[in-house]
Structure formats: C-alpha cells, structure tokens
Nanobody, 125 residues
C-alpha cells in the first residue's frame, strides 16, 4: 500500500527553524519524485520543493528559494524539508506528495498522485 506520512510540524517563533519529515515506502522513493507543498488558510496549495528519484536533483518554487532545503535518505525511507528563518507567512499545513514521474516537472498539485495527511506549521511569537 502506498503511504506517505509527514511529521515534524509545530509552533515555532519567528526566526526559528524546523525540519519536516516525510516517510514513504521504498518503492516510491526508488521510482518517483517527491515534493513538498503547503497550504495556508484561505489560500491555494502551493509547491515548495521537489527532489528527483534518479539523481537527487532538487528544485524550489521561485518564492521558496533560499530558506528551504529538501533532501532524501533512501535507507531510512525519508524525505526531509528543512526550513530556516521562519516567519508568520510560513504558517500552513505542509504536505509531501508523490509525483507522476521520476523527475520533478511541475508545481501543479494534479501532477501528484499520493499525498500525506499534512503537518501543521505555525509561526508565531
């Protein structure tokens, strides 16, 4: 059964950091790109970062470059999203998702087949 599950969210003060984790079956990590998306209240889901399955190339949405780092550990079957210098605008539910391809190709949610349940990140003092 295909499963993705996020963890690591929580309440963080502005300027803080978090590392989100996404656990996935080895099958997914071997064959499909994995991306992180986020959805803030009242806003559409938006892409954050994506990592290829073949060569671990990483991609970031234009507005996300600089403070986010995506990485994967195939042994532990995990994909991570490191977020630095958090600000209140980063408050959202963060999701990991399986792409329909081995390479990262788009930020359209419809191009991703399986999603985790999300983990809440709240940035507030």
């Amino acid at each position: 059964q295909v499963q993705l599950a996020e963890s690591g969210g929580g309440l963080v003060q502005p300027g803080g950091s978090l590392r989100l984790s996404c656990t996935a079956s080895r099958f997914i990590l071997d064959y499909d790109a994995i991306a992180w998306f986020r959805q803030a209240p009242g806003k559409e889901r938006e892409g954050v970062a994506c990592i290829n399955s073949e060569d671990d190339s990483t991609y970031y949405a234009d507005s996300m470059k600089g403070r986010f780092t995506i990485s994967r550990d195939n042994v532990e079957k995990m994909v991570y999203l490191q977020i630095r210098n958090l600000n209140p605008e980063d408050t959202a539910v963060y999701y990991c998702a399986r792409a329909r391809s081995r390479a990262c190709r788009s930020w359209y949610p419809s191009d991703y087949t399986y999603w985790g349940q999300g983990t809440q990140v709240t940035v507030s003092s």
